[in-house]
């Protein structure tokens, strides 16, 4: 049996949605604490719980990790992930309650479905619950946080593909994994880095050949572009054995595989944001060798979460 | 007649070097001053006036940017090329003095040639002055901060390439030029993602074939990786008109061509930092535009820089 993002020791993943109004959560539960981390990139991000995780702040360990639609209303489904924590008992010990420590990050998708349903407590307490009585191999496509994800901005809506959400893993030892979960809503292009093709973007109407992003940035300098909103949000996690300085450090590299997977990536429109943990039940690790191979699953999750969710590009 | 990236209005491109003790350094002078940006992502760096770089910090334009061979000790070069500076009358004017501003990045070559031979003050002045005399196509290869740059160090130094320098511009309208210049002495391969093929990096012996350093890193989980000093450390400029924030903005998607041409990129044996300059001698630009393409001179810089400094590649 193949492995997947699911297998990583430590980590459960749940997925809720609203299909008509197409928009999604999907939650990354770390019930024992992961050591966390996170590297903010893109210029119009909508986060919580960021600061807590750089080096040089007092909390070490997460209780989840939260990659949300609904843009910054989307925040409110973290409500509902701490309130199924605290149920589980399950938080930062402040000796008077346990605090339940869940960074979370939103993707722009109002302008898919129903811009006046988005993802709330109830979703958020509901991809907890799914987490836990879920198992299986782990979905991709249009789901969870992908919901209402699309690719490829730049030639307004209609131009646009389905994004969704991605995993993948990397087995790097007997017992040392590395993985990511995507949801992309990029504005620009998703690549093949092993051929330099795009693989999902922006096309033109009616002929739905890839306009190529960074062609007609070429043709509009002075801008005016088309940008109904975009962002790239991932975890990547792996079982090894890190401090908090280098679980930072691995989310830092891990950007470098969404830069090959993306073109353009990180814009002022994008708000990518990658969170990392550790959840120690594995070996200690190098650093460099995590980060190399988060980055490496960050591509391919990314790959795949377009693939499944416009399952007609893998034809 | 095909463009470079000296012909960016407001820059001047200038290298001295010490070819027995291989090392050298690399100046582009903005006499008239540029708008400045970095962004250092590298674990390794040495660096020099980075911080007043930065959105929030009073000082907005840069007289001169440079590249050092010699690691830590490299930096003294940087001391001749603000005496260069002060002698034309040119630096920020406090009303007691004109103060150059002269943002500095290191790469580590003492394990190539003379350890105990470094870029000093006097080759610093001396890459002004060329900067000033010379003038023709751009020089690439084994010059300059190139002198003594190597790349794909992770089975030592019997195994590497040369790096080396190099520099690529696109045309993005008329009159709006974006370019970059690297010194390339990475401790991943250099990729082509056009092909997903690696151009140089560490090879096995004797045999010389690629090693791959992904797969090698991947055997070797637990480290103890040779690591004898490597570092990217380049510039991106345009004579577009960008604020000081956009062209922090430009420095961040630079590292994304970056990514795109080394693997892995930004380890901890990196010290891996671009600046950006915008002389504003062009027009008013989109930023994303300027940083999507600031991305893709990156990657055509840091090709043609192992290009040149190793002919035998391009065969």
Chains 1, 2 share one sequence.
Request: overall charge negative; charged content about 15%.
């Amino acid at each position: 049996m193949s492995i997947s993002f699911n297998d990583i020791p430590g980590l459960q993943v749940g997925h809720a949605q609203d299909i008509e109004a197409v928009t999604g959560c999907t939650v990354v539960l770390c019930p024992a604490g992961a050591v966390g981390g996170v590297d903010q990139r893109g210029g119009a991000p909508g986060t919580r719980e960021t600061d807590l995780l750089r080096p040089m702040h007092l909390v070490e360990k997460v209780h989840a990790v939260l990659l949300t639609g609904g843009s910054a209303f989307g925040l409110a489904a973290a409500d509902g992930v701490v309130r199924w924590l605290e149920e589980n008992q399950i938080g930062y010990d402040t000796g008077i309650a346990r605090v339940p420590i869940v960074p979370a990050a939103v993707l722009f998708d109002l302008s898919v479905g129903r811009a006046d349903v988005r993802p709330d407590a109830a979703m958020g307490y509901a991809a907890c619950q799914n987490a836990v009585n879920e198992s299986g191999p782990p979905k991709m496509g249009s789901i969870g946080a992908g919901t209402g994800a699309r690719v490829g901005n730049i030639l307004g809506p209609a131009g646009r593909m389905n994004g969704g959400l991605g995993s993948a893993v990397i087995e790097l030892g007997e017992r040392l994994l590395v993985g990511a979960l995507f949801a992309v809503n990029c504005f620009g292009d998703v690549i093949d880095p092993a051929t330099g093709q795009i693989l999902a973007g922006a096309r033109k109407l009616p002929e739905q050949t890839f306009a190529d992003t960074m062609q007609v940035l070429k043709q509009g300098v002075a801008g005016g572009f088309s940008s109904p909103g975009n962002t790239v949000i991932g975890v990547v996690a792996t079982n090894a054995t890190l401090s908090k300085e280098m679980v930072n450090k691995v989310a830092q590299m891990a950007h470098d595989g969404l830069a090959r997977a993306i073109r353009p990536a990180h814009t002022m429109f994008d708000g990518d944001t990658i969170f990392a943990l550790a959840t120690e039940q594995g070996p200690a690790a190098e650093v460099n060798v995590i980060g190399a191979f988060a980055a490496e699953a960050t591509t391919q999750a990314i790959i795949n979460a377009v693939m499944a969710a416009s399952p007609s590009l893998s034809a």
